[in-house]
Each structure stands twice: as structure tokens, then as C-alpha cells.
């Protein structure tokens, strides 16, 4: 039976794996976090969205971990004006770059731990505010900012 | 709306459609009237699509071969060193409850496997921690590794307050060690033999199927316990469940609800 999820599902948990870690080693790691994670779960699910939960696992699994090798709370939100505000790049300007996937993953991994999750989650998974919001027990502010303040990081990266 | 934070993540908000009807209408007004404001959404929008662009990946080899046995226990990477992770819950609850599932290592029958395990009891010994203070897990980078038993590679090892858990694998059967300080209640061992391993006592008993080997040595205890995904699965979509007290039946019923829910076969 696993083979019909590693066919069905493989990629895309691998997929939000690699977006959330940003390299081969660590995506696999998160992988095999999941399935202990999903293998215990799997009472608790009810049906809906599968990629919905799976990457609410994955994504608290990567959190958990970052927290964990940390040791201490990860990067708050900036204070820094700055870093909410950046200087904002030419529209045109901005439009004319040329990015590869490779340089647009790096400057993902590149985001705080936090908004790296809250994109990874909005643009990657199309979760909505209020999924992601109960995904990462914030509140949907919280979810606002981050996703926010991760793309304008994610801008002044690729310009 | 003065305050340009409250502004900027109002644009992303407003892109995403996560706005009130009002809230977007001044979106929409703002947009209208700054170039400032319309040359930040027009970043962001951009920002966005990026993200949304990017491809989906197909899994390397190793975790398409993780997924298809549904098994945490991927083989170690090529690095080397095994990938440390934190405990699954059922091995937390197998400490926590003392209730043991799996397979004893080997598949020849008990008798064949007393000396194996008698081995791997040996080999955990020197790990067995002294303190009865819960072990913070971003501690376990320090604790002593485990000597791996013949033909086993250790792919994983964590520590839970008293116990220290450990799993191994030979690339077709997964083995994990449970190693605490206690005292077996025998007593509560109403079904299976009592053996003896090393001169130790120890018990060995059938579970729903499975074979399980408890070893108290000195003043700890050692659990073995192996497990082949696919047996765990099939025994999952076979059985009924009364009770839901044990690891194996939380597992069984996680197992028929993965079948259910999902329309798989085992």
C-alpha cells in the first residue's frame, strides 16, 4: 500500500520538504520525520485535504527541529523598519531579472525560519491564511506579517 | 492607515484575496493613488509568483525506497553518520507504558535469537543513563552511541528523560532497542514464557502475532523490538479492535484507518 503513497505523494512531500530545508540531506531527514509522524497521525486524520495535512506535518516537523537546534525561540519578527520596508526595487527593474529555480530556492532558504514556513505554506502548498494559521497555532496576524515580510526578503534576494 | 508596516502587509494580504471587503476597497483606493504603494504590490506580486513557479521535485531514489515501505528507517546516508531524530511516539509510549510490540530479532525462532540477544543487551549496557531528570532532546548530541549489533547499522538513536531508544537496521528489518533503568513487573506479563538471556531473566511472549523480548539486567531493563512496516500494515487491516489500550492496538487502528480512509490494499 505504500507504494500507492510514495506514487501519489512522494513528490509533493518531498517537494515541500526541499522548500522548507533547502537541500537534498535535510529534505530527507524531514521526510523521515513525516512518516513517524504521519504513521502516529493517522487516527487522528479526517478526510480532506491530504497535501493540506501532510504539509502541516512536514512543516511543524521542520519548525520542531529548527527549535530544537536552536535552542532558544527562533529569529522573532524584525523590529528593524528596514528589514519590514525595504528599499522597493523598480517595478521594471524587478520584472526584467531572469531567475532560475535554483537561485529562487536559495533565497527561500535564505528567509527566517518562521516566514520561510509561512511562504513555503501560502505559495507553495496554496494554503489559505486561516489553514495556516492553525497549521503553525498563530494567529492569522501573525500569518499576514510573516508571509508578508518573507516576500518582500524574498524580492530584495533576487534583485 | 499611517502606519507602513500595517500598509506593506496589507498589500500581500489584499494580493492573496485575505482581505475584508472593506479593508481591500482601501487597498483598492491606495493602489490608485501612490505609485509608491502600486510599485510594492507589483514587487510582491512578483515575489509570489516566483515561489508559485517553482517546480515540483521528484524524490531521489533513497526517499522514493523511504516511502514505498512507509518506514521512517530510510538507510544511513552516505555521510555517514546517522541521521539523529526525535522520538516517534510510539517508541514514547513504549517506554512511557512499558507495553512492548514488534518482532525478536531473527526469524528462526526464540531459541536462535538468545545469543543475538543477549548481544545487543550487552552493547546498550554502557548507554543506560544515571539520572531520572528528563533529557532536554537537543541534549542527545552528547550521549554516548550504542555499538551496533552484527550486520546492523544504527540509524537512529534518541534519548527520553530515563530511557535511551535506539534502532538499527539490516535493510530489510528494523530493530529498536529500549533501554531504561526500573524493574519489570513480571506479574503484568500474563501472556508469554519466561526465559532466561545472559543468566538474566528476561520474557518472551506473542503479541497479536508478534514476538517480544523483555531482559531485566541488573537494575535496567532492555526491550527488543523489531518491525516490518508491511507486517505492521497487514496486521492492521486484519484485526479488530476492542480496546484501543495498547501500542499495538493504536498502531493496528492507525493502520485500518490509513486503508479506509485512503482505498488502499495491503
Known amino acids: 500500500m505504500w507504494d500507492e503513497v510514495a506514487q501519489e505523494h512522494g513528490a509533493f512531500i518531498y517537494t515541500v520538504a526541499y522548500r522548507l530545508t533547502g537541500n537534498r540531506d535535510d529534505a530527507q531527514d524531514l521526510v523521515q520525520e513525516v512518516l513517524l509522524r504521519v504513521r502516529r497521525g493517522l487516527k487522528t486524520y479526517k478526510p480532506g485535504s491530504l497535501h493540506g495535512w501532510l504539509s502541516r506535518i512536514a512543516t511543524n516537523a521542520f519548525l520542531d527541529d529548527v527549535r530544537r537546534k536552536q535552542r532558544q525561540p527562533a529569529d522573532p519578527l524584525p523590529e528593524n523598519p528596514e528589514r519590514v520596508l525595504p528599499k522597493s526595487a523598480a517595478a521594471d527593474e524587478a520584472l526584467t531579472q531572469v531567475t532560475f529555480p535554483e537561485e529562487i530556492q536559495q533565497a527561500v532558504t535564505s528567509l527566517p525560519e518562521d516566514y520561510r514556513a509561512a511562504v513555503v505554506l501560502s505559495d507553495v502548498v496554496g494554503m489559505s491564511y486561516q489553514e495556516i494559521s492553525e497549521a503553525l497555532e498563530v494567529p492569522i496576524g501573525t500569518v499576514r506579517s510573516r508571509i508578508h515580510r518573507g516576500r518582500s526578503q524574498l524580492r530584495e534576494a533576487l534583485t | ?266
Request: proline fraction near 6%; hydrophobic fraction near 40%.
Open chain 2, 1 to 266: 492607515m499611517t502606519d507602513p508596516t500595517e500598509l506593506d502587509e496589507r498589500l500581500s494580504a489584499y494580493l492573496d484575496g485575505e482581505l475584508s471587503a472593506d479593508e481591500a476597497s482601501e487597498i483598492r483606493l491606495l493602489l490608485e493613488s501612490s505609485a509608491l504603494a502600486r510599485a510594492e504590490f507589483e514587487a510582491v506580486t512578483e515575489a509570489r509568483e516566483f515561489v508559485r513557479g517553482l517546480p515540483l521535485l521528484e524524490p531521489p531514489p533513497d526517499v522514493v525506497r523511504m516511502l514505498r515501505r512507509g518506514s521512517p528507517l530510510a538507510p544511513v546516508r552516505s555521510s555517514g553518520k546517522p541521521a539523529r531524530t526525535r522520538l516517534s511516539a510510539i517508541a514514547i509510549s513504549a517506554v512511557a507504558t512499558a507495553a512492548f510490540w514488534g518482532v525478536v530479532v531473527g526469524t528462526t525462532g526464540f531459541s536462535a535469537s538468545v545469543s543475538s540477544v543477549d548481544t545487543v543487551v550487552a552493547a546498550h549496557s554502557s548507554v543506560i543513563p544515571t539520572d531520572a531528570v528528563a533529557v532536554d532532546s537537543a541534549e542527545m548530541d552528547n550521549m554516548p552511541m550504542p555499538s551496533e549489533p552484527p550486520g546492523m547499522t544504527l540509524v537512529h538513536v534518541e534519548r527520553l528523560g530515563r530511557a535511551t531508544h535506539a534502532m538499527y537496521s539490516d535493510g530489510a528489518q528494523q530493530v529498536s532497542v529500549f533501554a531504561e533503568p526500573g524493574r519489570v513487573d513480571w506479574s503484568a506479563m500474563s501472556v508469554g514464557d519466561r526465559v532466561e538471556i545472559g543468566g538474566d531473566p528476561g520474557w518472551h511472549g506473542s503479541i497479536e502475532g508478534y514476538d517480544v523480548v523483555v531482559v531485566q539486567r541488573g537494575r535496567n531493563v532492555f526491550t527488543i523490538v523489531a518491525e516490518t512496516s508491511d507486517e505492521m500494515m497487514d496486521m492492521g487491516e486484519s484485526m479488530t479492535v476492542d480496546e484501543k489500550t495498547s501500542i499495538g492496538d493504536r498502531v493496528r487502528d492507525a493502520a485500518d484507518n490509513l486503508v479506509q480512509t485512503f482505498g488502499l490494499r495491503g
